[in-house]
């Protein structure tokens, strides 16, 4: 069955500080990655998601996030923080082979940007 | 915004009622997805539908159901409403691509 660990609740960082928040999965198959950012009271955005090709994959408002197969891991990176990137983060994760169409979420990981 | 419309936005209601949660999904995207957020449980996913069909399943309670209608707009209804069913529930629609887009979600509270 396929899953998705975010293993850190929180992560901290000083402005202008890089970030990174962590992800692994597990999968039979391909699977297909995604990251969702979600703001107070609102609802998920998605920024960004590897499929296939280049490890790197670059998003929404300056994140990146780096596939690795042999880690099984896709952790979001930014090389500055900014106060306003402080909100919730979900990593998520579709077993192509299996799942099919069911998108399993992580428990998620709150980023907190202090000035 | 997303392109995803769920109403309403807030509903109270008591124990033991029956309510009905309406998305509407992106121009386009064949597939719906439902969600349950609460603070204990993260976000789980509750079931997806593509094209009118039921697609895949997740851990959705047997008092809870949903249907996608040909219009391509979906309704999640929750029967013998409880306590613990108090959540956000999100709607998400997807393209062939794989990525969702959310919709600001319902607001249900029990009492």
């Known amino acids: 069955a396929q899953s998705v660990a975010q293993p850190e609740d929180q992560v901290n960082v000083a402005e202008g500080n890089p970030l990174t928040v962590k992800c692994t999965y597990s999968?039979?198959?391909?699977?297909?990655l995604f990251w969702y950012v979600q703001y107070p009271n609102r609802g998920l955005q998605f920024l960004l998601k590897y499929i296939t090709g280049d490890n790197l994959v670059k998003g929404s408002y300056g994140f990146e996030a780096e596939f690795n197969k042999s880690q099984t891991s896709f952790h979001l990176k930014k090389p500055s923080a900014l106060v306003s990137d402080s909100a919730l983060y979900f990593c998520?994760?579709?077993?192509?082979?299996?799942?099919?169409?069911?998108?399993?979420f992580g428990a998620g990981t709150r980023l907190f940007v202090k000035a | 915004d997303s392109g995803v419309t769920q109403t309403p936005k807030h509903l109270i209601t008591a124990t033991g009622q029956r309510v009905t949660l309406r998305c509407s999904p992106r121009s386009g995207d064949l597939s719906v997805y439902w969600y349950q957020q609460s603070l204990d449980q993260g976000l789980q996913f509750l079931i997806q539908?593509?094209?009118?069909?039921?697609?895949a399943k997740g851990n959705i309670l047997e008092r809870f159901s949903a249907q996608q209608f040909p219009d391509l707009h979906s309704e999640l209804n929750l029967s013998s409403l409880e306590l613990g069913d108090s959540a956000l529930y999100f709607c998400?629609?997807?393209?062939?691509?794989?990525?969702?887009?959310f919709g600001q979600g319902t607001r249900l509270t029990v009492v």
């Open positions: 999968v039979s198959g391909n699977p297909y």
């Open positions: 539908y593509y094209n009118g069909e039921e697609r």
């Open positions: 998400a629609s997807s393209p062939w691509t794989g990525e969702a887009f």
């Open positions: 998520a994760v579709r077993d192509v082979k299996t799942g099919g169409f069911k998108t399993i």
